[in-house]
């Protein structure tokens, strides 16, 4: 998406038409199928199977519940007819979109057997019904009926083993609304939030989202800014305010100017950094696609090789036989069930051990992580601080006082670190201080408005930029200690400061020792100064971090290590960290982190502990394992069964017929279930 009135439009979209389109087909060739849409096309599918399976001979063999009757190869040729186009529609859609790629895969595969069962059959019932032939020519119904319906079951069970993968980009755009209530002189009229430009004047109601970035020219009222800059809940907004778009206003009207139309704004720069990352993301072919290339092409050639020589020495019904035996024969019956079951056993495994696995792929990515990148506050440490120090710096004012300015500006505040001040000054006693026009300044800290002067309370960063100078060895003395500084400036001068510091929590150390021993490098993302970082990052074990960082910054880390090679995993909680995660070759959500991190990331730990990623990657290289075999089992036996099917040992008087070949595919789909239930933590 190129900006944010895309995703309105993408907002405003017909959901019915965005979850039940037939070209939506689990991401092979680039189609996605609704869920339900796929349950209903098998359930339907399977209904009209039965027949088939009932009325028509197995590979030209009779089972025992089999009947037949005059007019019934009519019947089955309806019915074959309408599961050709009806059940098989998503993988002939997948193989074009395949095909269109220059990839093909699992759905050319399908698409291949289907339709070479269902146009020699075609053929095999017009010869018998209506040419005189001395032979009764097999056709491929049953096998036809049968690989829709197992390729379906196959495919609705690897979608149903995963939750939807929501969109990150259409949760962002939700932040904001679709109309805009704009100023014209005396009156007031909605419009399209795509029509506001830049200075327009807008008018934003109790309750209402906050559409755009501006600011206030009239009205005063309390905004929740939680969801934007995770800094702020119901900051005091008066005239001269700025708001951000995405935020939540109060029970106050006001009127804003608009400064940065829909698509310049904060959030708008957001979702840029998240579509950029998707679209650049590493395009891995999944394991099951590449044995299926293989298979395509191995069947598609030794087909046609077979073809030739039987045309040349034997006849064209030879011929024509060996062909349609290869390409059947090479249909994935097990295959197309080999990863849905490993993954289904695998999911429901994750699911019992904190861990929500949204996106398959993330188990073969994670045998490549050699960098895990995390956030400090809240994924490494338990994000509960507690005031361990608090200093004048300035004669002016005793400890009181200050704790009473420091505790004015973060009143309010959902922050943890805001709590924690706010907390202490409780127990202390201590009254807050009223300020006017407190505001979150993004990546830095508050500030507030007191009897006309400004005040600041923020971290070290913020000094830096400003060149607001400190020396004093009381503060070096809790930085040591790994605490985290703020800072109270007014006037460009720092009036005292208070330290904080945060629990690491009870498995993060022995966390960061296994992926050590696990060859994987961590790295702690902080905005914390420098020396407190190093201090917690020595406690933890970590060698490498990043400090002072802003919010986008940890973007800038992961495109970094990506670019110079490493595969890395993410691990966040917030809107900031959603263009992160989509980046990282896999992305890790804390579950108690907002809907956008959540809809970036690959896999989500719902009990918010980072030691759960241990269960993840021992259970990824456990679920790899058991892919490869079941892929050996799946598609094994076509290495022998394709070759004999084409005659290759035809000199010695052995031909692999059709219905051996079926025994054996049936075979394998019952081994690749069976292993795939013997998957263990």
Known sequence: ???????????????????????????????MMDMGDLKQKFWISLVLAIPVFILSPFMGLNLPFQVQFPGSDWIVLVLATILYFYGGKPFISGAKGE???????????????????????LYAFVMNNFVQSSSHIMDFFWELA???????????????????AGNALQKIASLVPDKVHMVHGDETMDHDISMVKDNDLIEIRAGESVPLDGQIVSGSTYVN???????????????????????????GTIRVKVEKAANEGYLSQISKLVSDAQNNRSKTQKLADKVSSWLFYAALSVGIIAFVYWLVVGDMN??????????????PHALGLAIPLVMSRSTSIAATNGLIIRDNQAMENSRKIDYIAMDKTGTLTEGKFTVNGLNRLDESIDNEKLLSLVTGLENGSSHPIAQSIVQYAKDKKVKATNFDDVQAIKGYGMSGQLDGQKYYLVNMKYLKKENISIDDQKVQTYLDKGNTISYLVNDNHVLGFVALGDRIKKNTIEFIKELKAQNITPIMLTGDNKNAAATMAKQMGIDEFRAELLPEDKN????????DGHHVMMVGDGINDAPSLAAATIGVAIGAGTDVAIDSADVILYNSDPSDIIKFLKLSRKTYRKTVENLWWGAGYNIIAIPLAAGILAGIGFVLSPAVGAVIMSLSTVVVAINALTLKM
Do not use: F
């Open 1 to 31: 998406m190129k900006d944010m009135d895309e995703k309105m439009d993408m907002k405003n979209m017909d959901h019915s038409k965005m979850d039940m389109s037939d070209d939506h087909m689990m991401m092979h060739g680039g189609h």
């Open 99 to 121: 095909l269109k790629s220059k990839q093909p895969a699992m759905m050319t595969l399908i698409t291949m057997g289907i339709s070479v069962a269902y146009i020699y059959s």
């Open 146 to 164: 049968s690989l829709i319906v197992i390729m379906l079951l196959g495919h609705w069970i690897e979608m149903k083993s995963t939750m939807s």
């Open 225 to 251: 800014e939680s969801l934007i800059t995770g800094e702020s809940k119901a900051v005091k907004k008066e005239q001269g305010s700025k708001v951000v778009g995405g935020s939540i206003n109060g029970e």
């Open 318 to 331: 030879t011929a024509l036989n060996r062909l349609v035996a290869v390409l059947v024969i090479a249909c």
């Open 556 to 563: 800038k880390v992961i495109q970094k290590l990506e670019n």
